[in-house]
């Protein structure tokens, strides 16, 4: 795409993890940003604007890369989009490569491979300080000119360092340099020649050598899944041209390595110099202590206990304020549309409750992410992912696993979201979809119910609180060989080392955090909040249509029916008089009894008796399965939903003693279990197990939706609802079988 002047030139910032590139992007950018994902793909996309002399240019913030080998998914975005072939993408008009200071060869490496794509380069070499105080002196003079472009010494944290990197961009823009490419052995070139001849039609005149040479050197490129090439013609050709590769002595898996570092030496020959001895430095002597086999792992406990109690405790009040605030705000609009029952119902259960349904999940998510973002900031996020590694290897994960899965335990929302640290594709979807097996804060009000109403009793406080604990680790017990499968039999993750970089620590910059909050609690509003919204409303109009006059009339029957029979001597004038009375008991009793009748006659009642005799053999009958219907949009609404089935009202909670004592005297109604007990152990722990491991849980699926794809979210429903009935239906008949 051909830039025109009311075009803002586009400018990409790359360069390796851990150096301090988004630290940089936040300070030229400061609030002028926006984030979305890449087309097609669940990268998020930064773009943010920044004010070059006369004009604004746009700075896309790539994933953080080592390299083009564009084996993972965020590096193959950053192939695409540097080579101009994302869809929605142009190819940038400059790049800026943040380098490591204290670390110059190594960091070019990424830069060199870049050069290749002829698209003019500013460096910034970041740290700068630090290398200052490390001895080392880098001659940025020398350096530009051997380099053929501009230098920028950087200290990303600080603002002075701003407006420097602004000019020399500014400048670069309109003077443009590109660093000078390697020049390949006659047999690389010769191999990249045989892989054009060979590549499909079309396909070769879309590539410049830079791609194809990541099929040549890389041994698993994800960039080939870009090409209608089919495998094996592929395979065979990129054999042969390693084989010509090979002939001349040189690794075709390690020659790029060899002579792009033979390259870059000479590039930089002369240019650095180390004044003094080097201390070991504050990095190491931490490191000692934070990553020893027996205190490591024991100050890793501690901060893993603070982070998961704050994301309790410091959200918990705020969750109880929007939850406050819902309540009062359906209170207050509730009597302004009492003329119009079906649009108050709307508004009060529908419209608020649905914007409710999401914004109480915005504390945890904040609190959340700015732990992350603080452990990640200081460097200590990449030590807790080495040390929790071998936990998880034996079934396919790693230890960036960890925190989102503990995560998950206070929701699975921000913990799904907490995946994002982790850069292996595959590992981050197979973490995604065991995630909702962690037994979430919104599950606890199902097991406080039943346990009180049903283990407690019968086998008292030690048992009901042994099962309490034990049921937060079905989850977990379930979750760790499930994602040994997935990844054998269905994600195929090949057993790959866990390499990981542990960076220096710094002191985190408490806007950068900030903005990680904001920046991933809009997120989620923006994009889970309208699923979980929409969800919301289809809910409550499966519960609350159709509503025909008949099952008014017959619910107002049935009382002033009861009501005669309780108390003779009232004749029907007096039973009347007193349903009219809106403070009246017998009112209440009216508008419970008519509530129950709607939801049994709604569509999601018909929906429950239908689907009833597929939970038959878990013992829930159509009360319970309406229960678990209705609960999809949050899995403790069952209760809400109960006590309005056993016409009590929708205000009970899990500690209420009429909705115990209703679901105890429960009965079977009919079938062959007519006037037996609904609700008897077999049956409460099957309903226990099965909430533990069913996607009962809209936001969740909304953010899965997001991070990985509809057919990833429809695929965790489908899997988890089928173990979670498996799970019930073993539960309700083992325990029939064993009394």
């Known amino acids: 795409m051909t830039q025109t002047s009311t075009e803002p030139p586009q400018i990409a910032l790359v360069g390796n993890p851990n150096i301090g590139k988004t630290t940089l992007f936040n300070l030229l950018t400061g609030m002028r940003q926006r984030v979305g994902n890449y087309p097609g793909v669940t990268v998020s996309k930064k773009i943010g604007t920044l004010r070059l002399g006369e004009r604004d240019a746009h700075l896309i913030d790539l994933p953080g890369t080592y390299s083009l080998a564009a084996a993972s998914l965020d590096e193959r975005v950053v192939v695409d989009v540097l080579s101009g072939k994302l869809p929605g993408t142009q190819k940038p008009d400059l790049v800026v490569c943040v380098v490591d200071a204290t670390n110059l060869t190594r960091n070019l490496f990424l830069a060199a491979q870049i050069a290749e794509l002829a698209i003019p380069m500013v460096i910034v070499l970041n740290q700068w300080d630090l290398a200052e105080r490390q001895g080392l002196q880098i001659d940025t003079d020398r350096l530009s000119a051997q380099l053929r472009v501009p230098i920028v010494p950087c200290v990303a944290t600080r603002k002075e360092s701003a407006q420097r990197v602004k000019d020399t961009l500014a400048q670069a823009l309109l003077s443009p340099a590109c660093l000078p490419p390697i020049q390949w052995p006659d047999a690389v070139a010769a191999a990249t020649a045989h892989l054009r001849a060979a590549m499909p039609k079309g396909a070769a005149a879309d590539l410049e050598d830079a791609e194809v040479h990541r099929l040549l050197f890389d041994a698993n490129s994800a960039l080939a899944e870009r090409l209608e090439w089919p495998e094996d013609e592929r395979r065979k050709a990129v054999q042969e041209a390693r084989a010509m590769v090979q002939a001349s002595g040189l690794n075709p898996l390690a020659a790029e390595a060899l002579l792009q570092y033979d390259h870059i030496n000479g590039l930089t020959k002369g240019v650095q110099t180390k004044v003094g001895e080097l201390a070991k430095g504050q990095t190491e002597s931490i490191d000692r202590l934070l990553m020893?086999?027996?205190?490591?792992?024991?100050?890793?406990?501690?901060?893993?206990?603070?982070?998961?109690?704050?994301?309790?405790?410091?959200?918990?009040?705020?969750?109880?304020?929007?939850?406050?605030?819902?309540?009062?705000?359906?209170?207050?609009?509730?009597?302004?549309?009492?003329?119009?029952?079906?649009?108050?119902?709307?508004?009060?259960?529908?419209?608020?409750?649905?914007?409710?349904?999401?914004?109480?999940?915005?504390?945890?998510?904040?609190?959340?992410?700015?732990?992350?973002?603080?452990?990640?900031?200081?460097?200590?996020?990449?030590?807790?992912?080495?040390?929790?590694?071998?936990?998880?290897?034996?079934?396919?994960?790693?230890?960036?696993?960890?925190?989102?899965?503990?995560?998950?335990?206070?929701?699975?929302?921000?913990?799904?979201?907490?995946?994002?640290?982790?850069?292996?594709?595959?590992?981050?979807?197979?973490?995604?979809?065991?995630?909702?097996?962690?037994?979430?804060?919104?599950?606890?009000?199902?097991?406080?119910?039943?346990?009180?109403?049903?283990?407690?009793?019968?086998?008292?406080?030690?048992?009901?609180?042994?099962?309490?604990?034990?049921?937060?680790?079905?989850?977990?017990?379930?979750?760790?060989?499930?994602?040994?499968?997935?990844?054998?039999?269905?994600?195929?993750?090949?057993?790959?080392?866990?390499?990981?970089?542990?960076?220096?620590?710094?002191?985190p910059r408490l806007g950068d955090v900030a903005w990680r909050m904001w920046e991933s609690g809009w997120e989620f509003v923006k994009r889970a909040g309208t699923v979980i919204f929409a969800i919301t409303i289809i809910i409550w109009a499966l519960l609350y249509f159709p509503r025909p006059d008949a099952v008014a009339e017959e619910a107002r029957a049935q009382v002033i029916a009861e009501q005669q029979a309780a108390d003779p001597s009232m004749n029907l004038e007096a039973i009347e008089a007193q349903l009219q009375e809106e403070d009246s008991e017998l009112a209440h009793v009216l508008e419970r009894r008519e509530s129950s009748a709607y939801i049994e006659q709604s569509y999601m009642g018909r929906m429950g008796k239908a689907l009833q005799p597929v939970f038959h053999p878990a013992g829930f009958d159509w009360r319970i399965t309406v229960g678990v219907l209705a609960s999809f949009p949050a899995r403790e609404v069952i209760i809400s939903t109960l006590g309005v089935i056993y016409s009590l009202g929708g205000d009970v909670d899990e500690e209420s003693p009429g909705l115990q004592q209703a679901m105890a005297n429960a009965t079977w109604q009919e079938g062959t279990r007519v006037g037996m007990k609904i609700f008897t152990l077999p049956v409460v722990f099957g309903i226990m197990i099965f909430f533990a491991l069913c996607s009962q849980c809209g936001a969740t699926l909304a953010i899965i939706k997001k991070e990985a794809g509809t057919r990833w979210a429809i695929f965790s429903f489908v899997y988890m609802t089928v173990l979670a009935w498996i799970g019930a239906v073993l539960c309700f008949q083992l325990g029939g079988v064993f009394g």
């Open 292 to 507: 020893h086999r027996g205190w490591g792992l024991a100050i890793f406990a501690a901060i893993m206990y603070v982070v998961f109690l704050s994301v309790y405790t410091w959200a918990g009040p705020l969750m109880d304020g929007i939850e406050w605030a819902k309540g009062g705000l359906q209170d207050w609009i509730s009597p302004f549309l009492a003329g119009t029952p079906m649009l108050q119902s709307l508004m009060v259960d529908a419209v608020i409750e649905g914007v409710g349904a999401f914004l109480v999940f915005l504390p945890q998510i904040l609190v959340l992410f700015f732990f992350i973002s603080l452990l990640e900031d200081t460097g200590y996020m990449a030590r807790a992912a080495f040390l929790m590694d071998k936990m998880f290897g034996w079934c396919g994960l790693n230890g960036k696993s960890f925190v989102p899965l503990l995560s998950s335990y206070a929701c699975a929302v921000p913990g799904i979201m907490a995946t994002r640290t982790i850069e292996d594709p595959k590992a981050r979807l197979a973490t995604i979809l065991i995630a909702p097996f962690m037994s979430c804060s919104a599950r606890l009000p199902v097991y406080v119910l039943l346990i009180g109403a049903f283990v407690e009793p019968s086998h008292g406080p030690l048992i009901a609180s042994l099962t309490l604990f034990a049921m937060h680790f079905v989850g977990l017990a379930v979750a760790l060989p499930t994602v040994w499968i997935l990844n054998k039999f269905i994600l195929k993750t090949r057993p790959q080392p866990f390499v990981l970089e542990m960076p220096r620590y710094h002191v």
